[in-house]
């Protein structure tokens, strides 16, 4: 019967020489869920990716495909496909040759070869494309034959390398709203490696944010984005405002040079901690019934709202809000305790 | 526009010294009379009538024959080598590619007589021979060695093309084709070998050409046993006096390049050359 977990990685360490690149991580991947390995460069999420290709031994630790181990087993025999960076096309090869390079080495008979290339061909909105070659296709069209390449071999898991990277920014946006619904069509496993935080909200079930050979977070976008668990990822996945604090007890917390109500707990009594809050979570509200009060340094529109920087003595602000004030102008700022996330100080 | 002219000293240095002379060749070649005399020349194609009989087509045969033994060899010991030296870490491969290019360091003459010595009746191989019973056993003149001089001298120019087109080879390319379920063989037979075809076709381009118009290989090596078709062009020329008919043969040596070259290169699929061929 179907297992829960597609891949699970445990205890993986991986050196390049003396350089750590992959420090003793642990994951699993769920059955047919878009999973994203989001970092900045040099996070090892692509070194991560290249373990579960099998492209690269790990130093130490083992790789499990449902249940068993596949951590030396060579690439070829993995029911996984990756979907390469600058998706690494054939240039010696058609459109439908490129398709068909897997189904042709496992001796696909011809008649089912073409009818499985055209499927995919359709699946990816280039139906007719057979024929044309490589060189003659533009960015987003080479991506999806990356992709239809990838996917005619019908895998368990797909792995994608930062496969939008080299397209422009409206492209980037088409494609990953149509990677979700390829992968939702045809139903398996996406493990999605990406540094753009944007990327990785929309498109992903699971989110798991690495930084310098560590894993740092894993969750839902909801959870990584509401509930950063600490200073790195809350700055790494979007705008915030970050600020050190001290809970002074529980439900109760101090930063900015008042004393605000929360919903955290269990810290202790006078422990410092960083506090997050996000732009859009900053309300401006009368003068009367502020929490901080604070003066407008500037403010651009930035279509849907106004981003402003609020000057509150001890803290610049960054404020998101519908309501245009004029820079100089005294403000008053509220945050519910709903709103407040509180982590602890990394040691 | 005024790039333009910078091309002027270059279409100059063309026409003077392979324009003007390659004409001249064609000239003498369609006339006959006292080489030494431009009075008595008159238009003939009695030069090309009298190589199209059986002495001279013998030649023609056997210098392709040979010419083209010496490239199957040169690719056959050429192409593993560079696919080895491809694959290995950046300081052993500028070693063996050094050591590769430095006997093109030495002259050509000298590297032949090299091999005179070495094969020689006095040489270390003869003596070496009749250690173990075999006595004055000739091993110069004769086909053999004049294969060995042209494989010896023309393999740097098999190997390098090939090497650089396998060293450029994008390596994703490599991971994508394990990834769609090529082992090893596979991925040498599916997308290394097809995709490093255009350093091979410059590669037997380069070694075929020479191969073919040698005459000093053959002369040194071969002795009077092996006449080449280029043995026979230099005796035209520099005994018989007869340049009418040395070249004809050039000509028609010339063409014969130019089809196999055109033929060669229709294997080659990506005719635009992304590895640099020679068309």
Same mark, same amino acid.
């Given at each position: 019967?179907?297992?829960? *977990?597609?891949?699970?990685?445990?205890?993986?360490?991986?050196?390049?020489?003396?350089?750590?690149?992959?420090?003793?991580?642990?994951?699993?991947?769920?059955?047919?869920?878009?999973?994203?390995?989001?970092?900045?460069?040099?996070?090892?999420?692509?070194?991560?990716?290249?373990?579960?290709?099998?492209?690269?031994?790990?130093?130490?630790?083992?790789?499990?495909?449902?249940?068993?181990?596949?951590?030396?087993?060579?690439?070829?025999?993995?029911?996984?496909?990756?979907?390469?960076?600058?998706?690494?096309?054939?240039?010696?090869?058609?459109?439908?040759?490129?398709?068909?390079?897997?189904?042709?080495?496992?001796?696909?008979?011809?008649?089912?070869?073409?009818?499985?290339?055209?499927?995919?061909?359709?699946?990816?909105?280039?139906?007719?494309?057979?024929?044309?070659?490589?060189?003659?296709?533009?960015?987003?069209?080479?991506?999806?034959?990356?992709?239809?390449?990838?996917?005619?071999?019908?895998?368990?898991?797909?792995?994608?390398?930062?496969?939008?990277?080299?397209?422009?920014?409206?492209?980037?946006?088409?494609?990953?709203?149509?990677?979700?619904?390829?992968?939702?069509?045809?139903?398996?496993?996406?493990?999605?490696?990406?540094?753009?935080?944007?990327?990785?909200?929309?498109?992903?079930?699971?989110?798991?944010?690495?930084?310098?050979?560590?894993?740092?977070?894993?969750?839902?976008?909801?959870?990584?984005?509401?509930?950063?668990?600490?200073?790195?990822?809350?700055?790494?996945?979007?705008?915030?405002?970050?600020?050190?604090?001290?809970?002074?007890?529980?439900?109760?917390?101090?930063?900015?040079?008042?004393?605000?109500?929360?919903?955290?707990?269990?810290?202790?009594?006078?422990?410092?901690?960083?506090?997050?809050?996000?732009?859009?979570?900053?309300?401006?509200?009368?003068?009367?019934?502020?929490?901080?009060?604070?003066?407008?340094?500037?403010?651009?529109?930035?279509?849907?709202?106004?981003?402003?920087?609020?000057?509150?003595?001890?803290?610049?602000?960054?404020? *998101?809000?519908?309501?245009?004030?004029?820079?100089?102008?005294?403000?008053?700022?509220?945050?519910?305790?709903?709103?407040?996330?509180?982590?602890?100080?990394?040691? | 526009?005024?790039?333009?002219?910078?091309?002027?000293?270059?279409?100059?240095?063309?026409?003077?010294?392979?324009?003007?002379?390659?004409?001249?060749?064609?000239?003498?070649?369609?006339?006959?009379?006292?080489?030494?005399?431009?009075?008595?020349?008159?238009?003939?194609?009695?030069?090309?009538?009298?190589?199209?009989?059986?002495?001279?087509? !013998?030649?023609?045969?056997?210098?392709?024959?040979?010419?083209?033994?010496?490239?199957?060899?040169?690719?056959?010991?050429?192409?593993?080598?560079?696919?080895?030296?491809?694959?290995?870490?950046?300081?052993?491969?500028?070693?063996?590619?050094?050591?590769?290019?430095?006997?093109?360091?030495?002259?050509?003459?000298?590297?032949?007589?090299?091999?005179?010595?070495?094969?020689?009746?006095?040489?270390?191989?003869?003596?070496?021979?009749?250690?173990?019973?075999?006595? !004055?056993?000739?091993?110069?003149?004769?086909?053999?060695?004049?294969?060995?001089?042209?494989?010896?001298?023309?393999?740097?120019?098999?190997?390098?093309?090939?090497?650089?087109?396998?060293?450029?080879?994008? !390596?994703?390319?490599?991971?994508?084709?394990?990834?769609?379920?090529?082992?090893?063989?596979?991925?040498?037979?599916?997308?290394?070998?097809?995709?490093?075809?255009?350093?091979?076709?410059?590669?037997?381009?380069?070694?075929?050409?020479?191969?073919?118009?040698?005459?000093?290989?053959?002369?040194?090596?071969?002795?009077?046993?092996?006449?080449?078709?280029?043995?026979?062009?230099?005796?035209?020329?520099?005994?018989?006096?007869?340049?009418?008919?040395?070249?004809?043969?050039?000509?028609?040596?010339?063409?014969?390049?130019?089809?196999?070259?055109?033929?060669?290169?229709?294997?080659?699929?990506?005719?635009?050359?992304?590895?640099?061929?020679?068309?």
């Amino acid at each position: 019967m179907a297992k829960t *977990h597609a891949i699970d990685i445990i205890n993986i360490t991986k050196k390049f020489g003396d350089v750590v690149v992959l420090d003793n991580i642990s994951l699993y991947v769920r059955q047919n869920e878009f999973l994203t390995l989001l970092g900045p460069s040099g996070c090892g999420k692509t070194t991560t990716l290249r373990i579960i290709g099998g492209f690269e031994k790990p130093t130490k630790g083992n790789v499990y495909f449902e249940d068993e181990d596949i951590t030396t087993l060579p690439p070829y025999l993995r029911q996984i496909n990756t979907v390469f960076q600058r998706y690494a096309l054939f240039p010696h090869l058609n459109v439908f040759e490129n398709i068909a390079f897997g189904l042709k080495i496992k001796k696909t008979p011809k008649k089912e070869i073409e009818s499985k290339v055209a499927k995919m061909l359709k699946l990816v909105n280039l139906s007719g494309f057979e024929n044309r070659d490589i060189e003659s296709l533009s960015g987003g069209q080479q991506q999806r034959i990356a992709i239809a390449r990838a996917l005619v071999n019908e895998p368990r898991v797909l792995l994608l390398d930062e496969p939008l990277g080299a397209l422009d920014l409206k492209l980037r946006k088409e494609m990953q709203l149509e990677l979700k619904s390829i992968q939702k069509r045809v139903g398996i496993t996406f493990i999605y490696v990406t540094h753009d935080q944007e990327e990785a909200l929309t498109m992903s079930d699971t989110i798991i944010v690495m930084d310098k050979g560590k894993i740092q977070q894993i969750g839902t976008p909801v959870d990584i984005y509401n509930e950063p668990i600490n200073r790195f990822v809350a700055q790494f996945i979007g705008e915030s405002n970050i600020l050190d604090g001290e809970m002074k007890e529980d439900f109760k917390v101090f930063f900015a040079n008042h004393l605000f109500s929360c919903v955290d707990k269990g810290f202790g009594n006078n422990i410092p901690v960083d506090v997050v809050i996000r732009p859009e979570d900053m309300e401006i509200i009368a003068l009367s019934e502020a929490h901080l009060i604070g003066r407008v340094e500037s403010i651009i529109f930035k279509g849907v709202h106004y981003e402003m920087e609020v000057n509150t003595g001890n803290f610049i602000w960054t404020v *998101h809000s519908t309501l245009k004030k004029e820079v100089g102008e005294e403000v008053g700022l509220m945050i519910v305790p709903d709103n407040i996330h509180i982590m602890r100080k990394e040691s | 526009m005024k790039f333009k002219n910078i091309g002027y000293p270059y279409f100059l240095w063309l026409g003077i010294f392979i324009l003007i002379p390659l004409l001249l060749v064609a000239y003498f070649a369609f006339t006959t009379g006292d080489s030494q005399n431009f009075q008595t020349f008159s238009f003939s194609i009695e030069n090309f009538k009298r190589f199209f009989t059986p002495i001279y087509l !013998n030649v023609l045969y056997k210098s392709v024959n040979l010419a083209l033994i010496s490239t199957v060899i040169c690719l056959l010991i050429g192409y593993p080598l560079a696919y080895i030296i491809s694959k290995e870490k950046p300081r052993i491969r500028n070693i063996m590619i050094l050591l590769v290019v430095i006997p093109m360091w030495m002259n050509f003459l000298l590297r032949t007589y090299a091999w005179l010595t070495l094969l020689g009746k006095n040489g270390i191989l003869s003596k070496a021979l009749s250690y173990i019973g075999f006595n !004055n056993v000739q091993l110069l003149y004769n086909d053999t060695t004049v294969l060995l001089g042209m494989v010896y001298n023309f393999l740097p120019f098999m190997i390098l093309p090939i090497f650089s087109v396998l060293i450029k080879m994008d !390596n994703r390319l490599l991971e994508a084709a394990r990834d769609l379920g090529a082992n090893k063989r596979m991925v040498f037979t599916r997308v290394v070998l097809p995709l490093s075809i255009p350093g091979v076709i410059t590669g037997i381009t380069m070694v075929f050409i020479p191969a073919v118009s040698t005459f000093v290989i053959s002369s040194l090596l071969g002795g009077n046993k092996s006449t080449l078709i280029g043995n026979l062009i230099e005796q035209q020329f520099r005994y018989t006096n007869d340049w009418h008919f040395g070249s004809a043969m050039s000509i028609i040596l010339m063409v014969f390049i130019l089809i196999s070259i055109a033929l060669s290169s229709k294997f080659d699929k990506d005719k635009e050359g992304k590895g640099g061929g020679l068309w």
